[in-house]
């Protein structure tokens, strides 16, 4: 059985570490989310998420797209290895079900 647990060192906190990944050439993006990737020179790889009030004034429904998108990304990081990503939400993604929210991002990873 694996392991999804969620370490703080797998997320992105600081800006310096979201500019370069934001200045990295390998981007996906949809009506739903965009995605950025880059290398990194760890073993593990790292998420840092997007929200702003432009998708949702609302704080509840900005924190349950977060929550979504750390769960894919527990679920896919079995699969990838040694990448930093960062994943910024559409205005779109509060309008959508859960289920199309996570195929979208299961086409990025």
């Given at each position: 059985m694996s392991n999804f647990k969620f370490p703080v060192d797998h997320r992105l906190l600081y800006p310096v570490n979201f500019k370069a990944?934001?200045?990295?050439?390998?981007?996906?993006?949809?009506?739903?989310?965009?995605?950025?990737a880059k290398k990194n020179k760890l073993d593990f790889d790292r998420i840092g998420i997007t929200v702003s009030r432009k998708v949702s004034t609302?704080?509840?429904k900005r924190n349950k797209v977060k929550r979504l998108i750390r769960e894919s990304f527990r679920h896919e990081t079995v699969e990838i290895k040694g990448l930093d990503f960062v994943v910024i939400a559409r205005p779109q993604t509060?309008?959508?079900?859960?289920?199309?929210?996570?195929?979208?991002?299961?086409k990025h990873w």
């Open positions: 990944v934001l200045k990295s050439k390998l981007k996906s993006s949809d009506n739903l989310f965009v995605v950025y609302r704080a509840v509060v309008i959508e079900k859960n289920e199309v929210l996570i195929v979208s991002l299961e």
